[in-house]
């Protein structure tokens, strides 16, 4: 987990508001990964990112998600007009490449949670 | 469709016994696995690794066994201690999209002392 910095750790919408989480990678890191906990199961892909390219959205969902990843700053996975069900732990991951075949290259950020009321 | 799944939601053992964690996965063009512990509110930490070319790998305290014949990956865990309780997600990735980790639903662990 070293390294991986996510914020805010815990954020708290009223459905229909946005939700911004953002990740920061590992120095030296170019590629980052969005996943989504929901509770007491396992993670799920969203995105696949470089700086300023999304290369896989496939496990994002087709309306109010969004994510980038700017040539400057952070990651960040927004979300639009929140509703009870994105409610979900949601953490990044950052290798130095997009090959990552040893799974002790891809870090994982402590997690931003989630909670719409 | 993709599926990595676990027979046992929770699995509670005696400190200093060994402990097994399983993990079925359904797709036959899997080749890399990874075991990940996750304590309350933190993010998944790697544990160890095993491609699909190997049927055992070992580390320190740990073991991963993995089967393709029926298509199971198990986690051994050498005297556990109440340090290792947590939850443990097996995740494998595939060749055409090696960068993404599917992960199953995950074991909880509980060491009695």
């Known amino acids: 987990n070293a390294g991986v910095m996510q914020n805010p750790r815990h954020l708290v919408r009223r459905r229909g508001q946005e939700a911004r989480l953002r990740c920061s990678p590992m120095?030296?890191?170019?590629?980052v990964y969005w996943y989504r906990q929901l509770p007491e199961e396992g993670l799920k892909f969203m995105v696949y990112?470089?700086?300023?390219?999304?290369?896989?959205e496939s496990g994002m969902p087709k309306e109010r998600f969004s994510a980038e990843f700017p040539k400057e700053g952070p990651s960040i996975l927004r979300i639009q007009q929140v509703v009870r069900g994105d409610s979900a732990a949601y953490f990044c991951?950052?290798?130095?490449?997009?090959?990552?075949?040893?799974?002790?290259?891809?870090?994982f950020g402590e997690g931003s949670w989630l909670t719409v009321v | 469709g993709e599926s990595v799944g676990l027979h046992l939601p929770t699995l509670s053992v005696q400190e200093g016994d060994n402990s097994i964690i399983n993990c079925a996965y359904s797709?036959?063009?899997?080749?890399?696995f990874i075991w990940y512990k996750q304590e309350s509110g933190k993010g998944p930490q790697f544990i160890i690794d095993i491609r699909s070319n190997m049927d055992k790998r070992q580390g320190q305290r740990v073991t991963v066994l993995l089967n393709k014949t029926v298509k199971h990956l198990s986690l051994q865990i050498a005297a556990t201690q109440p340090g290792d309780s947590a939850v443990y997600f097996c995740?494998?990735?595939?060749?055409?999209?090696?960068?993404?980790?599917?992960f199953g639903s995950g074991t909880r662990l509980l060491v009695r002392p």
């Open positions: 120095k030296g890191h170019s590629h």
């Open positions: 995740a494998e990735t595939r060749m055409d999209s090696s960068y993404k980790l599917i």
């Open positions: 797709n036959s063009a899997s080749d890399y």
């Open positions: 990112l470089q700086k300023e390219n999304i290369i896989d």
């Open positions: 991951a950052s290798s130095p490449n997009s090959v990552p075949r040893n799974g002790n290259t891809i870090y």
